[in-house]
């Protein structure tokens, strides 16, 4: 898979690591980062032990910013980021050596179905009492100014950017922290709206449903084949010494079985 000729350049092969059984059995991988792929990264975990003999041990609650700032530390061998290095970082030896896609949208507690266009997304965050078209209220939630999925959503949607900070002038919305929290007060929240990955709709089982985007629904058939455009990048990254078992994880990654793993979780890699 050409997205991850890099990985495989890192100099570390798979089977030195599977070649010793004793290191194998005790060693662990410890990831975290972006809370969109937690559970993601848990239902990966089995598999890549059956393979390699080595444990990934989840630690949630990171966030991008965290699980950098771990890596970099030496308490994580791997994150996952919802945004590329800011230069002080990269300057810390840290690298992406792989990047994924999952399909991003819109969410909502209503018990649907519903849809809205693309052009009227940034007039609905920047009313000051949007509704949906039954007429009952549109509840907004957002997320910090620096979080990776306002980014995101900034450039998705033509206008957005500019109506996310109109919304923050509003004293009525919440803001979520954490990707956990947004679906959490999502699902609790009559009426509500807010932008979230197919990956963690898919490996969290919330009580949730997409709004369709211009008429189409985001799922990894409806992203591949280009009909539902909007997506969001994950990048995974390692310090400048990368271990053995962050390089078996990335190997495992790459092979067919892992491909498929990733696909079930709504995450695709990207073909560079």
């Not at 599977?18 to 239902?43: C, D, K, Q, W, Y």
């Not at 771990?70 to 002080?88: F, Y």
């Not at 950017?161 to 999502?186: G, H, K, M, W």
């Not at 992203?223 to 495992?252: I, W």
């Amino acid at each position: 898979m050409k997205s991850f000729v890099n990985i495989l350049s890192l100099g570390i092969a798979l089977v030195a690591i599977i070649s010793t059984p004793h290191l194998a059995r005790a060693a662990t991988l410890a990831v975290g980062g972006t809370g969109a792929v937690t559970e993601a990264l848990m239902l990966i975990g089995p598999a890549f032990t059956k393979a390699t003999g080595i444990t990934l041990k989840v630690i949630p609650d990171l966030g991008t910013g965290g699980g950098i700032a771990a890596t970099a530390d030496g308490i994580l061998g791997l994150a996952v980021a919802g945004r590329t290095l800011k230069e002080k970082e990269a300057a810390m030896g840290l690298k992406v050596v792989a990047t994924f896609r999952t399909p991003f949208g819109l969410v909502t507690s209503r018990p649907g179905p519903d849809g809205l266009a693309s052009k009227d997304i940034a007039a609905i965050y920047s009313a000051d009492q949007a509704t949906w078209p039954d007429g009952t209220p549109l509840r907004i939630i957002l997320r910090p100014v620096g979080d990776s999925d306002t980014m995101v959503m900034g450039k998705l949607f033509p206008g957005l950017a500019e109506a996310l900070e109109t919304a923050r002038l509003r004293p009525d919305l919440s803001v979520a922290a954490n990707d956990q929290d947004n679906a959490a007060a999502a699902e609790k929240t009559d009426g509500s709206l807010v932008g979230i990955t197919l990956t963690q709709i898919m490996t969290e089982k919330h009580n949730l449903r997409f709004v369709a985007i211009d008429g189409v629904l985001p799922s990894m058939a409806s992203y591949q084949d280009g009909s539902y455009p909007y997506g969001k990048t994950l990048f995974m990254m390692v310090p400048t010494d990368v271990s053995a078992e962050a390089t078996a994880f990335l190997s495992f990654l790459a092979t067919p079985e892992g491909e498929a793993i990733l696909n079930k979780v709504g995450i695709l890699a990207i073909d560079e």
